[in-house]
């Protein structure tokens, strides 16, 4: 497979970003603290995401870790220290939810451990496959604090309340197949392929139309926020606005045409 360097002008400490056509992937890049997510890194994820987003070239984004831990949670050594006041006046989190004004969709390919933060960011995640040897969990109870990055939340929509509760009160880890049970993730694969089959989903997304996918990512996002009738209102809005696209006409054209689609992303 050939993957070259993208935005070769930006080193990144934690970080590693490489491209594969209309794809990029980004590997967290902690090994020896499991990819735990350190300021920096987070800085990082938020900066690097944020340049793919505008750049025409990219259709998808892939965020993997090692085999060993997708993450394993946020940094517990940089936070061991921080007082209330601290935490607060900073707003710690703020910069975490960053992920999620993401308009391009975002695959998580999990592998190892993806726990406490590491598990929030996957969920923040438009699509999360699993290799067999995933393990999930929000551990924080163990820790003496709570989730802090949307776990909570997110977890609940995902899964309903008693199994969040069980998940997040108990702060046991649950494996690949039973995330597979509980619709947490979408497939699971060996472990060694993971990121081969992500990266081909993550390719036939981006091969379609820039906006349309863009505008697919944000109506699902949206029913997390909203009710059905407002849900449905939203959709339709958004379905009316793709006969504003040039890419809705090509769509219908190729297919009464017999041909396949060129989008333009217009
Ligand atoms: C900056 C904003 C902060 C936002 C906070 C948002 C809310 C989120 C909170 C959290 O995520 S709290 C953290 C939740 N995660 C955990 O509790 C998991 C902690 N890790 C483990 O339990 C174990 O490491 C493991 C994953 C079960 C693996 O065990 P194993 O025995 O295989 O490896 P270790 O020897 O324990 O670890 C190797 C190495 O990695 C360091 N490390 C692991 N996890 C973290 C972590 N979350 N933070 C910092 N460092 C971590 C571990 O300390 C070892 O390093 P050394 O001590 O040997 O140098």
Redesign the pocket.
């Given at each position: 497979m050939f993957r070259k360097a993208l935005f070769r002008f930006s080193t990144y400490n934690f970080i590693s970003v490489t491209q594969k056509g209309k794809v990029a992937l980004i590997q967290l890049n902690r090994p020896?603290?499991?990819?735990?997510?350190?300021?920096g890194l987070?800085k990082e994820l938020n900066q690097v995401t944020q340049e793919i987003d505008a750049n025409p070239e990219y259709g998808s984004i892939v965020i993997t870790g090692s085999e060993?831990?997708f993450?394993?949670?946020?940094?517990?050594?940089?936070?061991q220290d921080k007082s209330f006041p601290q935490?607060q006046n900073i707003q710690?989190?703020a910069?975490?939810e960053n992920l999620t004004n993401i308009k391009k969709p975002i695959l998580a390919a999990v592998n190892?451990?993806a726990?406490?933060?590491?598990?929030?960011l996957a969920l923040m995640c438009d699509i999360i496959y699993a290799g067999e040897n995933a393990?999930f969990?929000?551990?924080?109870i163990?820790?003496g604090?709570?989730?802090?990055?949307g776990?909570t939340q997110r977890l609940i929509r995902a899964v309903g309340k008693s199994k969040a509760m069980e998940m997040t009160l108990t702060?046991e880890?649950i494996d690949a197949q039973t995330a597979l049970s509980y619709g947490l993730v979408s497939k699971v694969v060996p472990a060694q392929n993971l990121v081969e089959e992500t990266l081909k989903v993550a390719e036939k997304i981006a091969s379609f139309s820039k906006p349309v996918a863009a505008l697919i990512k944000d109506t699902i996002n949206e029913a997390e926020n909203i009710g059905l009738r407002e849900g449905v209102k939203y959709e339709r809005k958004a379905f009316y606005s793709t006969f504003a696209t040039q890419d809705r006409k090509e769509g219908m054209s190729a297919f009464v045409e017999k041909r396949k689609p060129s989008w333009t992303d217009n």
């Open positions: 020896k603290a499991l990819n735990a997510l350190c300021d987070i060993k831990a993450a394993a949670g946020a940094d517990i050594k940089e936070m935490v710690m989190l910069s975490w190892g451990y726990l406490g933060g590491g598990f929030e393990k969990g929000l551990p924080e163990t820790l604090t709570i989730p802090g990055c776990g702060g880890f």
